[in-house]
């Protein structure tokens, strides 16, 4: 693990698109293509908005969340809805989206649809993902019921959760693929998610399902 303590979030986030830039730009000049998955929630928007300037070969980047919110894109709780206002747009408007949540379509076989598309696109070039305080990452929460198969070696790689207390169900990739990205970065910003990181360590991941990407990870921390 590398833990980067940055002298304010400006300098996090410019020197995180910086590095995310150079890693897609090392996959597209390598392989012709790239992924990349992107965490939900309000902690990685100011990078969007950096990235999406970027000029890449966007249209051979597959872009995704590393998990979603059963909701319709047009919600305010929408991961995607807001990836797509903040990422997909300007020099990144060409990105190809991989959805990990198909609204409209009816339930049989929808899970299979969505791993199907995401699986085509493995392994993963880049990963940024977030934290809750409750230490978790992507929508791998504790106490989610199925918590203990999306850690597993053998989880399918895209998978619906549940979690008590959120208001919709989840769609999240699993720990399989988040670990075996070629880059993983972690952003936590302000001393209430550094203290409970902190306090992660040596728990297991089914407590605190940071620790289950955090050694393979670089942190980046801003006050
Ligand atoms: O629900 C989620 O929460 C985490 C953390 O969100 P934040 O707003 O505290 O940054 C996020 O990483 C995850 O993708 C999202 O679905």
Redesign the pocket.
């Known amino acids: 693990m590398e833990f980067i303590e940055y002298a304010d979030r400006e300098m996090l986030f410019l020197s995180l698109a910086n590095q995310v830039a150079g890693e897609l730009g090392q996959a597209l000049r390598s392989a012709g293509r790239a992924s990349f998955a992107v965490?939900?929630?309000?902690?990685?928007l100011p990078l969007y908005d950096l990235l999406s300037a970027v000029e890449l070969d966007w249209e051979n980047v597959a872009l995704m969340?590393?998990?979603?919110?059963c909701v319709p894109e047009d919600h305010p709780r929408s991961?995607l809805g807001q990836v797509r206002k903040r990422l997909v747009r300007a020099a990144a408007s060409a990105a190809k989206v991989v959805p990990l949540y198909l609204h409209a379509a009816g339930e049989t076989g929808r899970i299979e649809r969505i791993a199907e598309a995401v699986s085509t696109r493995l392994p993963l070039s880049t990963v940024v993902?977030?934290?809750?305080?409750d230490l978790?990452?992507?929508?791998l929460f504790p106490g989610s019921p199925q918590l203990a198969g999306a850690l597993s070696p053998a989880a399918p790689p895209v998978m619906e959760m549940s979690v008590p207390g959120?208001p919709e169900g989840?769609i999240?990739l699993s720990l399989p693929v988040l670990r075996d990205a070629m880059n993983i970065h972690l952003?936590i910003?302000g001393h209430a998610?550094r203290e409970a990181f902190e306090s992660s360590k040596g728990l297991p991941p089914e407590l605190a399902p940071v620790r289950a990407i955090a050694e393979n990870a670089t942190v980046h921390w801003a006050e």
Request: aromatic share 0%.
């Open positions: 965490a939900g929630g309000s902690t990685p969340l590393t998990d979603e919110r991961n993902l977030g934290m809750g305080e978790h990452i992507a929508s959120q989840r999240t952003v910003l998610k």
